[in-house]
């Protein structure tokens, strides 16, 4: 029934390490993002995929590396983890958000600390 | 480029009392859409409302509604009889050539 889902939903690593993210959206949507949301909960748009393709890369360092599979599957492979990583990172779909309503529909989120 | 504003980072409004959230946006786009989320403390972002920048009627929901001044370029949100249960941030956000631009947020909480 969910409608986007990730997991994990709690991510405690050390720092180097290397981890991933995974989404899933149920919604039949050709478009999937991923956000990260600081401490001070600015929302930030990191990724945005199109039917499998990159669209969006908003100056995220090259240790971020999304992939999408399919239309319905955006992961998040994060490498060489740093302190600053740590935020809740939020998956959303929508259809092509070039025109009309086409609201995001977002994940529950993953809270990612790095010690 | 395209940027929201949000001036108030924290309102208190009194049980059953109605709130305005303020939103400014900028862009250069003659088409472009607006959107209000709610991401209460438990986390997930919940879509509250639309409005698109031909609409000629304010956008409502239940009891939200949307106060569009185009020329001002503004899109406030209003919610008419406060709960307890609509504490929570409040995000505006305005869509972007295959992106969502958010605005920094606004801390809602309702006083019974």
């Known amino acids: 029934d969910t409608a986007v889902s990730q997991t994990p939903k709690y991510l405690v690593t050390q720092m180097g390490n290397d981890k991933s993210i995974k989404c899933e959206q149920n919604l039949g949507h050709d478009t999937m993002y991923w956000y990260k949301q600081d401490s001070k909960k600015f929302l930030k748009i990191m990724f945005s995929y199109n039917n499998k393709e990159l669209i969006i890369n908003e100056t995220v360092p090259n240790r971020f590396s999304p992939k999408s599979p399919d239309k319905a599957h955006l992961n998040l492979h994060i490498n060489s983890l740093e302190l600053g990583d740590s935020a809740v990172y939020f998956c959303?779909?929508?259809?092509?958000?070039?025109?009309?309503?086409?609201?995001?529909?977002f994940g529950p989120g993953t809270r990612l600390t790095v010690t | 480029a395209q940027k929201i504003t949000q001036t108030q980072p924290g309102m208190f409004v009194q049980e059953k009392e109605a709130v305005t959230l303020d939103c400014t946006y900028d862009?250069?786009?003659?088409?472009?859409?607006l959107f209000w989320y709610k991401q209460p403390s438990s986390g997930e972002m919940i879509f509250l409302i639309y409005q698109g920048s031909y609409d000629e009627q304010n956008a409502t929901e239940g009891r939200y509604s949307l106060n569009f001044q185009k020329a001002r370029k503004s899109a406030n949100l209003v919610i008419s009889a406060s709960q307890l249960g609509d504490s929570a941030m409040y995000f505006c956000?305005?869509?972007?050539?295959?992106?969502?631009?958010f605005g920094t947020g606004t801390r809602l909480k309702v006083l019974a």
């Open positions: 956000a305005m869509r972007g050539t295959y992106k969502y631009i």
């Open positions: 862009t250069s786009d003659q088409s472009y859409g």
């Open positions: 959303a779909s929508s259809q092509a958000p070039i025109r009309g309503r086409n609201e995001q529909y």
